[in-house]
């Protein structure tokens, strides 16, 4: 973990000379993220920074992301667009008819390993997804984790 001194919580933004370029960045990076096999999850502005620097977007705040075979893994994918959307829409006076969905534009990971699939197929080499299952954190924590999630939808 490194200190981010040069960067600013999206939300504390009030101006940005090209909304477009943001947006872009954005949307791209929900992409490439599921196409890592993650869906964020929380995908909003208040857990994006951007560096005063380079302008580029730095995303935090992992806990509640979920895998691309997730069973609600579309809904996710698409709320994340969404929140960016309504977000640039309101805040920046910006709206783009173009922004991913989860059908067209997360190709790289094989989404049909929950109906039979390897799922292990990616362009990217590995899945996220699939290193964080073999990490500590356990099948049964994750299904803990979704039922109290349930409770607070």
Known sequence: MELLDNA??????NKIENPGRLYSDLMDLIVKLANYGLI??????FNLL????????????FPQMVSVTHKNAEFYFN????CIRTFFRKKFNYVSLVYPMFTKDVTSVDVGAKNGGDGESTSAGYRL??????????????KELEQVNFFYK
């Not at 951007?50 to 705040?61: F, G, S, V």
């Not at 709320?79 to 969404?82: L, S």
């Open 8 to 13: 600013i919580p999206l939300k504390q933004i």
């Open 40 to 45: 964020h999850c929380d995908f909003n502005e």
């Open 50 to 61: 951007i560096d005063n620097n380079t302008l580029k977007p730095i995303l935090i705040d």
């Open 79 to 82: 709320r994340d667009v969404e």
């Open 129 to 142: 997804d699939l290193i964080v299952a073999n990490s500590s954190f356990t099948h049964k924590m994750e």
